[in-house]
């Protein structure tokens, strides 16, 4: 019997950091845990599940580095048997490829997209060298795949160079700003991000690049409204996505790492629905100003990580914004 699709949920995006043990350490992940910990394969199995009744419209399967979980070949045919139902969930798997190669291949085919990790850097051309090998692999064996780059001031002068090691090998590329989670990540000023947002975006007009993720990308665009008209776009913390780590902690987004329930206490439906820090960051008539009244409210929102990181408050304004006064010129 086919199952009914439920899409009242309003929930885009389902994240599973599947694991936290990783084969890199990069300074800008936002993941460093010293504890190695894996989500059990049945809480894995159970929210695969949730993803495909629900009318998630994109289920990331990430970590940590996935393909080094315990259960990764019995996650793969999980996924195998639920895309093969009548849902239209599409499935994609973040990983650095490091690990992938012929044998693995078998069981990245159920995936609608490989997110391959990009990071160009001065001196490490070999493991440049061997993610565009997984590129032409993945290529070869007809798997999707796109390469994913987060930009920091390390590689901030090789945007243009990942751009165009992308464009030979045929594949999509997609940016992120760095947004520093711990000590050792580089930072860049305000001058910088918004000289970047404005390069990605640039890039991202002229179908050069897949995307540039950015909620203050509304102010290049000019989406605007009179008075606030609710949420049209912006930042989705919370708002249309969150993210299950390991032990069940449920969190808005990658970035925004404040624990907001738990999926063994509560159901992940109960906690999207009835969380009271989820209803406050929906509310984004009650954020602080220039946000509050702010003509690009209802496409933007300012990025929610960020603005707690800065005031320790779920509706400060993004202090990477230009219309916020601060000391981070």
Known sequence: M?????????MHMLELEITHGCNLNCQMCYIHNP???DMPFLLVSRLIDFAFEHGVIDLVITGGEPLLHPDFKAISECVRLRQNSQHSTRVVIQTNGILIDEKIIPYLRCFDFVHLSFDVVEGQREQTKHVLDRVNLLKQEGVNCYLFATVHPGNVHLIDLMVKEAQDKNVAIGFNIIQPQND???VLSKHDFWQISQK???LEKTSQILRHTCPLSAILTNKMTKTYEGIRGGCTAGVASCSVLPNGDVIPCPFFRVVLDNVFASSLEKIWLNNEKL?????RELYDEPCGSCVYLSFCGGCRSRAYKKSGSFVAADPMCPFVVNDYQ
Do not use: H, K, M, Y
């Open 2 to 10: 086919n199952q009914t699709r439920d899409v009242s949920l309003g």
């Open 35 to 37: 504890c190695s910990q």
């Open 184 to 186: 050792r990540a580089p």
């Open 200 to 202: 990605l975006f640039e």
């Open 279 to 283: 209803s406050l960051i929906r509310q």
